[in-house]
């Protein structure tokens, strides 16, 4: 049964041009500088750089003191148009395309790691089913060198996809070849085989020699540095030790590391603030990139102008004058919105700063006050998530670096006088602890929450192992060395 019924609903939608106006804001310099490219490229409309005063004052319009138009008093595009059958969505312009989504960055092409391998094989004698075999092992080493599938694996793929018939003892003999290719230790398929491969084709002394001996029957003992147990199983000093444990450091645990690392992005940083003290304050400035000098085409007002004056107008003039309001009309919201952007920026970043100015004027982190993105927008009357999209993707050039944004934000945790303290600070102070350490017995998770404490800082065991994994430092076994 089929009913009619009436309902109302008040919804929120944000417009195309709220959502450009968000992916300006969290837009960096560079990125910022291409998508203004592109909307110049794509809008006639839209021109960068001043125009003279001599041609704004013989054209008769107003102009702020900058000698840039004045938004407010430009073209009024609505005065040339009273055809009131043009519908209204004919006018609008949608400034949101899916292709500002895509913010692949194009980098100039090489060989890969695996067609470097590849152009290895015709080095070697092999028939037309061990070429094959052995072009489809190379595709699938990854980008570390490894070999991560098991050899029934390989011999089951061969039989399926590349109808391919073959034997464990084949497959075998064709690893051995693939091993033989550079970088050494290139198809291993353990880290144990790997160091072990690299060591082969190095010529041998008393230290490799042992070196290898613990790779092939201490190879646990040496992952979990239970050196005392190895020098015993070996009967050799510690001395004698610390040579081969060298020899194995000096190894490479991903081969195709270094190849494939070529074929990566090299990003550039420019800062978007930049914060100098002068004479005990603070000064934040906008990178001068952000700020463009752009203007509404004068060809544009003139192509108006002649048609308000002509007296018949045709329907190929309605045409153009339709496509001129859609232009004009991007063209203003692109300028206004990357005033709004500057705006965005400065008062968000300028709040940032007056919140840390201790720590800026210092550069001591442990006066970095604990601060997250919701005491700023409550500061600056804006959004979380329009702070948060200034401070995730902006640097800012300090006295002490260039930093993230997002660097000088952190939780907090109270101290024993109950004084709220950085977590940033803490970190700090673990990291000291941690480099300052006698090496032979690292300090463990317990002794270091133990010396926070006697510092005044009441951190559990569990809340320093989370610190020391976000800091990137392995446990107290791990860090421990032969001096």
Known sequence: MLKQNLQ???????????????????????????????????NPALESGKESVDEFQ?????YDDTGTESIETDINIDDYLSDDEIPSYKLQSNNYSSDDEDNRVPYSGGITFNQHLSNQLHTFSLDPQEELIAEFMVGCIDDNGYIRRTIDDIIDD???????????????????????????????????ECLSLQLKRK??????????????SSFDQFVKKHYAKMAQKFNITMEELKGAIKEIERLNPKPGGAYSGN????????????????????????????APDLHISREYDNMLKGYSESKEKSKSQKDAIMFIKQKLDAAKWFIDAIKQRQQT????????????????????????????LKDIADQINMDVSTV?????????????GTKLVKEFFSESMKNEQGEDISTREIKKILQTEIDNEDKKKPLTDEKLSKLLKESGYL??????????????IPVARLRKKIL
């Open 8 to 42: 109302q609903k008040l919804q929120q939608k944000l417009s195309p041009q709220q959502i450009q106006l968000m992916k300006l804001i969290q837009l960096p310099t560079q990125a910022f500088e291409q998508k203004l490219s592109q909307e110049i490229e794509e």
């Open 158 to 192: 061969l039989a399926f996809s590349e109808n391919i018939y073959t034997t464990h003892e084949e497959v075998e003999k064709i690893l051995e070849v693939i091993q033989q290719l550079d970088p050494a230790g290139v198809g291993a398929r353990s880290l144990k």
């Open 459 to 472: 951190i559990a065991r569990r809340t320093v192992a989370k610190y020391r994994e976000q800091l990137d």
């Open 388 to 400: 948060s999209r200034v401070a995730n993707s902006k640097y800012v050039d300090t006295p002490y």
């Open 345 to 372: 920026l400065m008062i968000t970043m300028t709040a940032i700063m007056n919140y840390q100015k201790e720590f800026l004027l210092t550069g001591d982190e442990r006066k970095l006050r604990p601060m997250v």
């Open 58 to 62: 013989d054209n008769g319009n107003e």
């Open 203 to 216: 010529e041998e002394t008393k230290d490799r020699k042992l070196a290898q001996d613990i790779l092939d």
């Open 263 to 290: 074929q990566t992005i090299i990003e550039h940083i420019v800062p978007d603030f930049t914060i100098r003290i002068n004479e005990g304050n603070l000064e934040l400035s906008l990178n001068a990139r952000n």
